[in-house]
Structures are given as C-alpha cells and as structure tokens.
C-alpha cells in the first residue's frame, strides 16, 4: 500500500502540533520519524492511523483520500511503548485476539488461527512463551509479543510509537536489529516514531527530521547525516562542534581561528557558523608553526577503540570535542593540559539564519 500525507495541519487550541506536513512513505520501507519531544512524531502518526483527525489536508491511502475511513478500515498495526497486552490472557490468546474479532465471514478456522499465531510466534522466536501470560514476561519479551499481534491481522502498514522507548538501552539496541532483520523478512511499509537519532539512523531506510510540527529533512540515513540540510538536523544527529564567526572570500574566521570553506561560493561577507563533527578533527601536537585551533586538552576518555578528548579553545576557553582512534592517542602519549592543535578534515558552513554553503 502507498501511503502519503499532504498539507496537513493540525492544532491543539493555538499550538501548532503539525504544520503543513506532505511526506511520502515508500512501499515496503522503514521510515523513521525522528525529532524533539513534542515536535509532533505522535500527532503524525495518529493522523495516518485514523486517530487523530487533521485539521486541513490528506491522508493518501493508494492514492485515495483516508479522512472519511475508520481506523479498522484503514488495515494499520499498531505498536506503543506502553502496548496493552491483555494480562489476563495467554500470549498465544493475546496474538490470536485480532482474528478471532474479526467478522464471522472473515474469521479464519480455529487450526487456521492456531497455525498462524504459532507461526507470528516462531517469526518474533517466542513460541516457547505461548502459554505464559504477560506479567511473566520481560519489557523485550512483551514488545515482540506485541509486534507480533500486531502482524497477526496482515496489516498493509505497520505503525511504531517509540516501541522500545520503555526499555534499557542494551535490550532496546538488540531489539532494533531484530526489529530490522524482521522487516527485511516481511517487507511491511512500516512507519517508526523515535527521538533517538541513533536508533533512527541504524533501523531506517528514510529518515524524517521533525521540529516544531514542521519537516526539516528527509532522506536515507546517510545522507541526513552526512549532508544536514540546516543547522537543527546538524545539532540533533550526534555531537558538533560549532564556530561562530564572518564569512570572508573563501575564509570563516571565529575568534583567532580562521578555516577554509572550500564551498563558500558567491559568498562575500557574511555572518557564519561552521560545524565540525568530533570525528573530523585531526589531533596533532603543538608546534608554533602548526596551523589549526590551539587547543589545551582538559581530560580524554580513551575507553575501547575511539579516544574522546574534551580540548579547549586557546582563544575562547569554549570547550571542542574531538575523537579519534585509541591507537592514534596512545602513540601521541597525550596528557591532559597539554597544548595540542587540531584541524578539520571536513566542516560545513550555514550562513546568515541557516542557508548551507
Ligand atoms: P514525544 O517524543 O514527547 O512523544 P512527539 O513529537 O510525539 O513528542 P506529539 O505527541 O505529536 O509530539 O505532540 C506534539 C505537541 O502537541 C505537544 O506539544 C503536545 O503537548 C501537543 N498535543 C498532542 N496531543 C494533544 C492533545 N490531545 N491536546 C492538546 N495538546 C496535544
């Protein structure tokens, strides 16, 4: 099934919860939307379910208008953080539940429903939990168990409200993967509310970038975090180092740094601000013909195969965050106090309220 949203609004008294929102969801794919709380993920998704009516604009099932379909008709699966699995039915009942309501006409034969609800279970590897009842279960048990009552009445789309979010960050990562390993098994267009950019970029195959009931990016993962198209979606995917300062003739400087930009176009003068992830700074010693930001380094982190060094401006005194592999620090034989300088390998530059150069 095709899904698209278009021009949709949507308001809570004043506030703008959505804010002409048009988006399409690939066939098939994952797509996450991904924002701050309250930047509307919810809203959005209750709107394509039929939860939640928009003010103004579509929802485009196939290609049709939705606004007037119920929600059992729009065939959607639904999985929340606090899911309501039945406690005082089986999981093997909890599964079964959406066929066995379905109408006399559509309701499978009881080996029917048995087959399919061992089979979901054997699909979400719970199957030797079919007997027990939800309060024996853990957080990631219960989760899968809901994914798979979801799945149970073939949904042509699959809707996720941070279904993870209630779980401890080692169980949520191992649910992702699984949660992606199952999607390329079935192939569910499936629609994932998160606000942890992470686990956005490792499980989807687009991303959605809210804020404030508008849509600042789409795109695959890669590309939203390798080319951010505003300052926001550079700020909320992962740590950056920013430098405020003028734009001149090929130059940014900022305090007493000054850095290429090799992009900088037909920009003259103009108010800018470069941003730097920690991983692309490269760390040297300080010579006093070195050229790059003179920094002192506070304190390093060096735990595993990356080293993270909290440097700080020479200039400034503001803090710089820098990462590099463990072995690249250990033979330099840092200590903290130690003046270093380092350069960017890469930096992307927004002048004047956010245009990207
Ligand atoms: P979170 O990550 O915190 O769940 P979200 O991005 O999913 O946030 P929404 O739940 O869509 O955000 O809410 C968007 C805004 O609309 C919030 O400020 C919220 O308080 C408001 N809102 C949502 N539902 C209602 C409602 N029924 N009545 C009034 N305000 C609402």
């Avoid at 975090?225 to 505003?230: D, T, V």
């Amino acid at each position: 099934m095709t899904i698209a949203v278009k021009n949709i609004n949507k308001r809570f008294g004043d506030f703008v919860a959505l804010n002409n929102v048009s988006l399409d969801f690939p066939t098939g794919e994952l797509t996450a939307l991904l924002g701050p709380s309250g930047c509307g993920k919810t809203t959005l998704l209750r709107c394509i379910a039929g939860l939640e009516h928009p003010d103004s604009g579509q929802v485009l099932l196939d290609g049709s208008d939705a606004s007037d379909r119920h929600v059992r008709e729009r065939q959607v699966g639904f999985v929340f953080q606090h899911y309501a699995l039945f406690k005082h039915m089986t999981v093997f009942e909890n599964v079964a539940f959406g066929l066995r309501v379905k109408s006399r006409a559509e309701r499978p034969s009881e080996t029917q429903i048995r087959k399919k609800v061992m089979d979901l279970l054997g699909l979400v590897q719970l199957d030797w939990l079919a007997d027990r009842y939800p309060p024996q279960l853990s957080g990631g048990q219960r989760q899968r168990i809901a994914l798979a009552r979801a799945l149970a009445v073939e949904p042509r789309v699959l809707l996720l409200d941070e279904p993870f979010g209630a779980l401890d960050a080692k169980v949520r990562k191992e649910l992702r993967r699984w949660l992606r390993r199952l999607h390329d098994e079935l192939h569910v267009t499936s629609i994932f509310v998160t606000h942890d950019q992470e686990e956005a970029l490792e499980v989807a195959d687009q991303v959605v970038l809210m804020n404030k009931g508008k849509v600042e990016q789409l795109g695959a993962p890669d590309e939203v975090y390798n080319h951010p198209a505003s300052p926001f979606v550079y700020g909320f995917l992962g740590n950056v180092n920013v430098f405020h300062g003028r734009v001149h003739e090929g130059v940014i400087t900022s305090g007493d740094i000054a850095l290429d930009v090799p992009s900088h176009g037909a920009v003259q003068d103009s108010k800018g601000t470069a941003y730097i992830r920690p991983h692309d700074l490269d760390v040297e010693r300080y010579t006093p013909d070195a050229e790059g930001i003179v920094v002192k380094l506070r304190r390093a982190h060096a735990i595993g195969p990356l080293a993270q060094l909290d440097l700080e401006r020479a200039d400034t005194a503001e803090l710089i965050e820098a990462v590099i592999p463990n072995d690249r620090y250990r033979q330099l034989g840092l200590k903290d106090g130690e003046t270093l300088v380092v350069r960017p390998k890469r930096l992307h530059v927004f002048v004047d309220e956010g245009t990207s150069i």
